[in-house]
C-alpha cells in the first residue's frame, strides 16, 4: 500500500531552475512536511534541506530515502528517467511504498530515443514530420534521403544530448557532413549512434504539458520557450532563454484540435502499449498552418517553462501527485491563474559555449515585484555565486504577457554578475 498523504516528507531531485521552482511550489502546500532537495542549488537551500546527491546515483538516493522517511519522490531531470529510477524504486523491497512522479523505464523511452517516439506517434496515427532514422552502416541512405526532402534539413541524435542533438541546416552538402559528424565521428557520442532525419514543419513553436496517471490526464497551460542564444532566434540552441505562459495563438479551436488528435490519442497509446505512466508528458508541437504537429516528446517538465507553468498553477501540488499516485487524477480540479506569466533567463557570458563559474551574483535581495528561480547559483562563503550556464529565471506575473515581461526586465536591472547575458526580446514574436 502507499502512504497516505498527510504531513509529507518529499525528495525533489535536480539542480535546475525547474527544481527550485518545483520545490517552491511544493514548499507552499500543505502536505508537506520536510522537503529535500538533491542536489539542489542556492535557490533551493533556502526553502528545503540539500542533499549532495547526485541525481543518477540511485542506491545513494535509496540511502537518502530511507534515512529521511521519504515518501515521494519527484523527478525533475530525463536522465534518472531514462535510466530507470522509477523501476528501482518498484523492485526494491524497502522503497518500493514510496511514490514516484516520473515514467517507468519503458515509457522514458519516449525521450531517451527520438526513434522509439516517431515509431510511437505513427503507431498511434498521432501527427509528425515524415522521417526516415540511420546508423553508420547505411550513412549513403542517409545521403540519398535527405535529397530527397527540400531545405531546411533536420538531423536529430536518436539519444540524450542535453537539448543540443538537434541540427537545422539550410544546405544540403552541410547536412550531408554534418550526418557524417554525427554517425561516424560521434559528434554527440552515443546520443548520436543513430541520427534521425525528418522533414522540416514550417510554422511557431509550443508546448503542451500534460499529467498523466497511467490511466486519465489533465492538461497544464500552455507555454513557449525560446531556445536560440541570440535576439530574432538567432544564433545557438540554449536549453532556453525565457518562455510565456500562456501562448496569446493557441485559441480554444487550436487547444481543442491538440487534445483531441494529440493528448488522447498519446495517453490512450501509453495504455495499449503497456507503457507505465506516472508524471509529466511534455509534447513539443508546431502550428503548421491551423494544425499542430509533434516535433518531439519529453518524459519530465521543461526547463524554462517550469517556471511560467507552475506560477499559474493554484491547486496544492501535492495533492495533485496524490491523485497522480493513487490513479484518481480525474477526481481532481486543476485551478489555473488567469493572469499571465513570463520568464527570463539570465546566463554566464560565452554560454552555450564556453564560460567562467564561481561569479558572485548580487541584488536577488532587491527583486520584491518578480519570482527568482535559481538555476546554475550555489552558497560559496555564504555568497550566491555562479555555477552554471543558466544562472537565473526571472518569472513575473502580468494581466498580458507584455505587462509580465515588462516587469521581468525591471527586476533584472537589481541583479549583477560578471559578464551576465540575456536576451531583451522574450515574447517578440507573439
Partial sequence: MRKQ??????????????EHTFAWKIAQSAHCKTLFVAPGNSGTDAIATNLDLAVTDFDAIKNAVLHNSIDLVVVGPEDPLV??????FLNDDEIKHVSVIGPQKAAAELEGSKEFAKEFMMRHNIPTAAYKSFTKNNVEEGYKFLETLNPPYVLKADGLAAGKGVLILNDIDEAKTELK?????AKFGEASTKVVIEEFLDGIELSCFVLSDGKDYK??????DYKRIGEGDTGLNTGGMG??????????????????????????GFKKDNLPYVGFVFIGLIKVGND?????????MGDPETEVVLPRLKTDIVEIFKAMSNQTLANIDIEIDERAATTVVLVSGGYPEAYQKGKEITGIEAVNNSLAFHAGAKLQDEKVVTSGGRVMAI??????????????YQSIE????DKMYYRKDIGFDL
Fill in 5 to 18: 498523504f498527510v504531513d509529507m516528507n518529499i525528495l525533489v531531485l535536480g539542480s535546475g531552475g525547474r
Fill in 83 to 88: 535510466q530507470g529510477i522509477h523501476d528501482f
Fill in 181 to 185: 559528424n554525427m554517425l561516424v565521428d
Fill in 219 to 224: 492538461i497544464l497551460p500552455t507555454a513557449k
Fill in 243 to 268: 518562455a510565456v505562459s500562456p501562448v496569446p495563438f493557441a485559441t480554444t479551436d487550436f487547444l481543442n484540435k491538440i487534445e483531441n488528435q494529440i493528448v488522447k490519442p498519446t495517453i490512450e
Fill in 292 to 300: 499542430p504537429k509533434v516535433i518531439e516528446y519529453n518524459v519530465r
Fill in 395 to 408: 518569472t513575473s506575473y502580468g494581466n498580458t504577457y507584455q505587462e509580465a515581461i515588462k516587469k521581468s
Fill in 414 to 417: 537589481h541583479i549583477h554578475f
